[in-house]
């Protein structure tokens, strides 16, 4: 099974048994970037100069995608000059979360279940209901970044996703995190895809950095 950048951050920041969200704003910022990501390789969004544009608007094929894209493409569409990358991840990273948890219930990889806490507020989990996509994935990034292997285009641009929004505590459980981080570092930054993909990832990355700066300051304060 084939399934999004987006859903695979997802995967990695719910926990299996209670369905609960772990590092809820990094990952939501990163799912944004994640669907961004895939229509870039899909070929339907380019990002020059930091700025988003929709170069071909027809359908992926996905759900999930092809929702975004005409929501970008309507969003791009009322502005005169072409958006900046860290204004649509601004605006969506509050609802590509919820659309992308969505298809993974469409999929049976996650349940919904429904919750009180403290028997008064109604709260939604999403459990493990099929593990064989996140075992895969896990396994193919320990691949990469602890054994080595050649990652491919998407692998490499989840990797760079994952270490532009500081989930490594997410994708590599019980490892020693500098340790983890240097070695990101390096494949995020490796040329492994076309330069309008390596300048979309730049930007994601640049916005995601200035929400964890921006995280540590409200926290110090």
């Known amino acids: 099974m084939t399934i999004t950048l987006a859903e695979e951050i997802t995967l990695l920041s719910l926990d299996d048994e209670s369905g ?6 990094a990952a939501s910022w990163a799912v944004a970037g994640g669907i961004l990501l895939d229509l870039a390789l899909a ?3 380019s990002v020059t100069g930091g700025r988003l544009s929709v170069t071909d608007p027809s359908p992926t094929g996905e759900p999930l995608l092809d929702e975004r894209l005409t929501l970008i493409a309507a969003w791009a569409g009322k502005r005169t000059t072409a958006p900046k990358v860290a204004d649509w991840l601004a605006k969506d ?5 919820a659309a992308t ?6 999929r049976g990889l996650v349940v ?7 028997g008064l507020f109604p709260v939604k989990r999403y459990p493990e209901a099929d593990g064989s996509a996140e075992r895969e994935l896990r396994e193919r990034l320990r691949a990469v970044v602890l054994d080595g292997a050649a990652p491919d285009e998407r692998t490499a641009g989840l990797i760079a996703l994952v270490h532009g929004a500081k989930l490594h ?3 590599f459980p019980g490892e020693p995190r500098k340790e983890i981080a240097a070695k990101l ?3 995020a930054d490796g040329e492994w895809a076309a330069e309008s993909v390596r300048e979309a990832i730049k930007s994601m990355r640049a916005s995601m950095a200035a ?5 540590v300051v409200v926290v110090a304060g």
């Open 20 to 25: 609960e969200a772990k590092e809820r704003q």
């Open 43 to 45: 070929g339907r969004v």
């Open 93 to 97: 990273q509050t609802k590509a979360p």
């Open 101 to 106: 948890v969505a298809r993974l219930c469409e």
């Open 112 to 118: 919904e279940e429904q919750h009180r806490v403290l």
């Open 169 to 171: 505590r997410l994708a």
């Open 185 to 187: 570092e390096k494949l």
């Open 211 to 215: 929400v964890n700066v921006a995280t």
